[in-house]
């Protein structure tokens, strides 16, 4: 099993806690983070070692999408799941349009879940082997390989969040 760290952002302890435990479940490390100013700041801390957000689309102080924006301003690349309880087809083409990496409508089965988290785990880690190979390339040889790895990645997130859209 794949180690990683997923952020979940949500202001609800109930849903905070099973979000926890079907991350646990799955043999990641959560992070909690009970609103999107709190995620921001972890975020900060530990951009490098996180390899998902799951956040919730409704809560006080700063909406899942206003996180997810000022996530991506931070320069955090990897996928982040909004999930809600309210199906609104333009807030969820929004988040899609601000990089959401899905879209995960409560209540939700674990199956969904486990296949949605697994996915964003794993695209997480690709992306953060390739920042690792990007830092190893520069400083091994130049920055002409280094743009090279950078379009590649570039493109390769660019198809998958064209995909979802």
Same mark, same amino acid.
């Given at each position: 099993?794949?180690?990683?760290?997923?952020?979940?952002?949500?202001?609800?302890?109930?849903?905070?806690?099973?979000?926890?435990?079907?991350?646990?479940?799955?043999?990641?490390?959560?992070?909690?983070?009970?609103?999107?100013?709190?995620?921001?700041?972890?975020? #900060?801390?530990?951009?490098?070692?996180?390899?998902?957000?799951?956040?919730?689309?409704?809560?006080?102080?700063?909406?899942?999408?206003?996180?997810?924006?000022?996530?991506?301003?931070?320069?955090?690349?990897?996928?982040?799941?909004?999930?809600?309880?309210?199906?609104?087809?333009?807030?969820?083409?929004?988040?899609? #349009?601000?990089?959401?990496?899905?879209?995960?409508?409560?209540?939700?089965?674990?199956?969904?879940?486990?296949?949605?988290?697994?996915?964003?785990?794993?695209?997480?880690?690709?992306?953060?082997?390739?920042?690792?190979?990007?830092?190893?390339?520069?400083?091994?040889?130049?920055?002409?390989?280094?743009?090279?790895? #950078?379009?590649?990645?570039?493109?390769?997130?660019?198809?998958?969040?064209?995909?979802?859209?």
């Amino acid at each position: 099993m794949e180690s990683a760290k997923v952020l979940i952002v949500d202001d609800e302890a109930e849903m905070i806690e099973l979000l926890k435990e079907l991350i646990e479940n799955l043999g990641y490390q959560p992070l909690i983070a009970q609103d999107g100013l709190f995620a921001l700041e972890i975020l #900060k801390k530990e951009m490098s070692e996180i390899s998902a957000v799951i956040t919730d689309l409704n809560m006080p102080r700063m909406s899942g999408l206003e996180f997810v924006a000022k996530a991506r301003d931070l320069g955090f690349d990897l996928p982040i799941i909004v999930e809600s309880g309210h199906l609104d087809q333009e807030l969820t083409i929004e988040a899609l #349009k601000l990089g959401a990496f899905d879209f995960l409508r409560k209540p939700f089965s674990v199956v969904q879940f486990n296949q949605l988290a697994k996915m964003a785990v794993q695209f997480g880690n690709d992306i953060r082997k390739m920042n690792k190979d990007i830092e190893a390339a520069f400083q091994a040889q130049g920055e002409a390989k280094v743009n090279e790895i #950078k379009n590649f990645r570039r493109n390769m997130i660019q198809m998958r969040y064209k995909r979802t859209a």
